[in-house]
């Protein structure tokens, strides 16, 4: 799926306005937090070029950081696949409520991969899933989170759908999911 100036633009314009709408939100919450833990990153490749499809996945472990208020989750870190290192810096918004005495909300946003190894090879990453707080003591607690992902097209990704007009056309499409489990510090 190719996208144009246009649209280029418009998410990038998308992206500001979440970060000026929600971070005055997080900074009125009362709630903060912080912590850090570890994620297995998968990302899934959809192609088709020449009349052919071909399907491809690779997995990645990643270390993280978070720093948290009630309705927003701002996030850092590191994850490596097999042929290449992604930084991320990452912006969820989240709605909190209690089930049962653990805090679990639906996550949604925006992340930000760049690519350490490859120029032209990072990519805006939109997210959406789940999490959940399961409190161990009055400030600690443990959160797993799972997040289904749509990938935007690297510019590597539209250089090959270029050359691929030559031979018929092609599409390249990219899903991610990310498991992680954290350990926080609720202030």
Known sequence: MRHTILE???MQVAALLLFAVFLPVSALALDFSAGGGLSLNTLFVFAEYSGMSENKSA?????????????????????AYEDTTYMRASLLVKYP??????????????EYRWNLDYDDASTL??????????VLTDRL??????????AFLTKLEEDRIDAWE????????KMTLDISAS???RF
């Open 8 to 10: 280029k633009k418009l």
């Open 59 to 79: 997995t990645g472990f990643g270390i993280h950081a978070f720093a948290d208020a009630t309705y927003a989750e701002l996030s850092g870190g590191i994850v």
């Open 97 to 110: 409520f209690e089930i049962a005495g653990t805090r679990v909300f639906p996550l949604a946003g925006a």
């Open 125 to 134: 990453v939109l997210k959406g899933g789940a999490g959940a707080d399961v």
């Open 141 to 150: 607690f443990l959160r797993p989170e799972v997040l289904l992902g749509y």
């Open 166 to 173: 030559n031979f018929g056309g092609g599409s390249i499409s």
């Open 183 to 185: 350990a926080g510090y």
